[in-house]
C-alpha cells in the first residue's frame, strides 16, 4: 500500500522561502512513476504545482515555474518542494501525491495534506 | 493554458438520483482526463482516469467524452457520494476544474 505523508513548518513569512517534504512508504520513489505537487488555499480548488521523476527530471507549472524547485532524495525515499518568495496569496494546503509514469499525469495516491500559512 | 469548466457550480440532489457533471476544455486534451472525489478536511481521490477508465471504484461512476467535453455520472447516488468533485486535464501540464458540490437535496 502505497502512504505519503508531508511535514515541514505551518507557519512561514512572507518573502521567505516555503519547504515542505513528502515521505512515501510502501513503494521506492526510485522504481518508476512520478511524484508531485498539488496545493489548495483554504476553501478554494486544486492547482497543480509540479513533479519529478526518481531520476530528477522535472516538470513546473508555468505560473509557478520561476518560484519552484522540486527534488528528490532516493536514499530517503523523499521527495521536497520548496516555494521562494512567499506572499499570503501562497497560504494553502500542500499535497504530495504520486502521478502517473508521465510528468502530467492523474495523481493516484495522495497525501494527507500539510497546512502552510504564510503571514508574519 | 488549457482552461477547465465545470457545470454546474452546485447540484442538489437525492439518494438514488442519477448525477451527470460536465467538464469542458479550453482546447483539445484527447482523453488525457482525470476525476477526482473530495470530502471536507481530505485530499482528493482519484476516480477515474484517461476519461473513462475506472480505479476500482464502486461502479456507480463512470466517465465519457474526449476532445473538450466530457461527463462524470453517478448511477444511483448513494450517502457517501456527497462531496466535492473536480475533473483535471494532463494533456499540457496539468490543470483542474473549480470544482463541483454535490450536496443533499
Known amino acids: 500500500q502505497v502512504q505519503l505523508q508531508e511535514s515541514g513548518p505551518g507557519l512561514v513569512k512572507p518573502s521567505e522561502t516555503l519547504s515542505v517534504t513528502c515521505d512515501v512508504s510502501?513503494?521506492?520513489?526510485?522504481?518508476?512513476?512520478?511524484w508531485g505537487w498539488v496545493r489548495q488555499p483554504p476553501g478554494k480548488g486544486l492547482e497543480w504545482i509540479g513533479s519529478i521523476y526518481h531520476s530528477g527530471s522535472t516538470y513546473y507549472n508555468p505560473s509557478l515555474k520561476s518560484r519552484v524547485t522540486i527534488s528528490v532524495d532516493t536514499s530517503k525515499n523523499q521527495f521536497f518542494l520548496k516555494l521562494s518568495s512567499v506572499t499570503a496569496a501562497d497560504t494553502a494546503f500542500y499535497y504530495c501525491?504520486?502521478?502517473?509514469?508521465?510528468?502530467?499525469?492523474?495523481?493516484?495516491?495522495w497525501g494527507q495534506g500539510i497546512l502552510v500559512t504564510v503571514s508574519s | 493554458d488549457i482552461q477547465m469548466t465545470q457545470s454546474p457550480s452546485t447540484l442538489s440532489a437525492s439518494v438514488g438520483d442519477r448525477v451527470t457533471i460536465t467538464c469542458r476544455a479550453s482546447q483539445n486534451i484527447n482523453s488525457w482526463l482525470a476525476w477526482y472525489q473530495q470530502k471536507p478536511g481530505k485530499a482528493p481521490k482519484l476516480l477515474i482516469y484517461k476519461a473513462s477508465l475506472q480505479t476500482g471504484v464502486p461502479s456507480r461512476f463512470s466517465g465519457s467524452g474526449s476532445g473538450t467535453e466530457f461527463t462524470l455520472t453517478i448511477n444511483s447516488l448513494q450517502p457517501d457520494d456527497f462531496a466535492t468533485y473536480y475533473c483535471q486535464q494532463y494533456n499540457t501540464y496539468s490543470t483542474f476544474g473549480q470544482g463541483t458540490k454535490v450536496e443533499i437535496k
Open positions: 501525491a504520486r502521478q502517473g509514469e508521465s510528468g502530467y499525469d492523474r495523481l493516484e495516491y
Open positions: 510502501g513503494y521506492y520513489i526510485s522504481s518508476d512513476y512520478c
